[in-house]
């Protein structure tokens, strides 16, 4: 497999070829200073406008989270997916075993824990098969990579936040979660 990126040209809020005027754009900012819960304001900071103390000079980088998944297909090609439990974002589609690093977590380590998890697999997570944003919830940006894996051990059953898992043909996938799953799964059709 080679090494892919997406790219998402669909203009955000807050991107550089958005106007963000700082009103509610992005669901989820900071409103108050998480040091000495004054108010935040809108200031000039690196050239946008960031929510910032005026009584402690606090300012709130907002940052995307990372996510991590691991790619798994079997010997027939068949691509490796779980669907999306009641409760979890966009819940009864299907998606690409993934999910949040957890502050500290190395990013193979993170993906392999995700893995097991949702699938009850165990994997040696190899190389970067993707990276792209996430805008699927505008309240929680994330950057997501995808692994490539070779299962070593476990069984196969869904677990935490998956309904079911199966192995799908790339011509025959059920409907798909998130749009960066789909893009990168078209670019194993190329």
Not at 68 to 74: G, K, L, P, Q, S
Not at 100 to 112: C, K, S, W
Not at 128 to 136: G, K
Not at 139 to 144: E, N, P, Q, R
């Amino acid at each position: 497999m080679g090494s892919h990126s997406a790219t998402n040209h669909t203009p955000r809020p807050g991107d550089s070829t958005s106007a963000h005027d700082g009103h509610g754009a992005w669901p989820g900012e900071f409103r108050f200073c998480p040091h000495c819960a004054t108010e935040l304001v809108k200031r000039q900071v690196g050239g946008k406008l960031r929510n910032a103390c005026p009584s402690c000079e606090f300012v709130h980088f907002r940052n995307p989270g990372v996510g991590a998944a691991v790619v798994v297909r079997d010997q027939a090609g068949r691509i490796l997916l779980v669907k999306r439990a009641p409760g979890a974002t966009q819940a009864g589609k299907w998606s690409i075993p993934a999910g949040y690093l957890d502050y500290g977590e190395e990013v193979r380590a993170g993906a392999a824990r995700e893995l097991l998890e949702e699938t009850g697999l165990v994997a040696d997570v190899d190389e970067v098969v993707w990276v792209a944003t996430n805008f699927h919830d505008p309240a929680k940006v994330t950057v997501g990579i995808w692994f490539a894996g070779t299962v070593t051990g476990g069984e196969l059953i869904a677990g935490d936040d998956a309904e079911a898992v199966g192995w799908f043909a790339l011509d025959a996938l059920p409907m798909l979660a998130f749009d960066t799953d789909e893009a990168y799964i078209a670019s194993l059709q190329e």
